[in-house]
């Protein structure tokens, strides 16, 4: 049982640069979200899903863009990557919202230089 | 928004001792607040939470409390053991499925387990 699966781990952008993140469940789970985390401050919402073709803003939605064209898959797309967006990146998943538990990825260390 | 407030940011203990980390939010209507543990280069995973009818929970040898009058709430490790060393961050919710205002996280306390 893979959980929840986010690649790369680790990249570095040049500011300019377009990347996108990936993000897949294997637990049916209707509910992801995207999260980014920066040195010594909590996690920030970016985007999040509450079923297939659905997708709302978050605190931070701004230079993101996401899709969810499938149950598993919740990809996050950086155009004209800025050096504000080095951050860990976490995508989560849940059964039934945001009163349920979270599952969350090990992270995908971006770095725009 | 919701605000929520944690403290302290860095907490050391000897092993064998108890560690406690406290939260505060300023949403009252605010009612599902669970714990998340985050060790080196892994995300963050659920250890306990607590919903706002009930004033305290454990699990063995951590436990959560709720202050609704106060608007805190706090974690409690007891017998502390190195494998607690981690950060650990609180939340709050009022539960509206998923929405911007869903989920507020602390900044996080980096909890040290001294040998």
């Known amino acids: 049982n893979a959980g929840v699966t986010q690649t790369p781990k680790f990249r570095i952008l040049k500011i300019g640069q377009s990347m996108t993140l990936q993000c897949t469940q294997d637990m049916n789970h209707n509910y992801m979200y995207w999260y980014r985390q920066d040195p010594g401050m909590g996690l920030k919402l970016i985007y999040y899903?509450?079923?297939?073709?659905?997708?709302d803003k978050g605190e931070v939605p701004n230079g993101y863009n996401v899709s969810r064209s499938t149950t598993e898959d919740f990809p996050l797309r950086l155009e004209l990557a800025a050096p504000s967006q080095t951050s860990v990146y976490f995508c989560a998943s849940s059964y039934g919202g945001l009163l349920e538990k979270l599952f969350f990825g090990s992270g995908t260390q971006l770095s725009v230089l | 928004g919701e605000n929520v407030e944690q403290h302290p940011s860095t907490l050391s203990v000897q092993e064998g001792d108890s560690a406690v980390i406290k939260c505060t939010y300023s949403?009252?209507?605010?009612?599902?607040f669970p714990w998340y543990k985050q060790e080196l280069g892994k995300g963050p995973q659920l250890i306990i939470d607590?919903?706002?009818?009930?004033g305290e929970k454990k699990d063995q040898r951590i436990a959560v409390t709720l202050n609704k009058t106060a608007k805190h709430f706090s974690l409690h490790i007891t017998e502390t053991q190195p494998e607690d060393s981690a950060v650990y961050f609180c939340?709050?919710?009022?539960?509206?499925?998923?929405?911007?205002?869903?989920?507020?996280f602390g900044k996080g306390t980096h909890l040290i387990i001294q040998p």
């Open positions: 949403d009252s209507a605010s009612n599902y």
């Open positions: 899903s509450v079923g297939a073709g659905i997708t």
């Open positions: 607590i919903r706002s009818n009930v």
């Open positions: 939340a709050a919710s009022k539960g509206t499925g998923g929405g911007a205002d869903g989920l507020t």
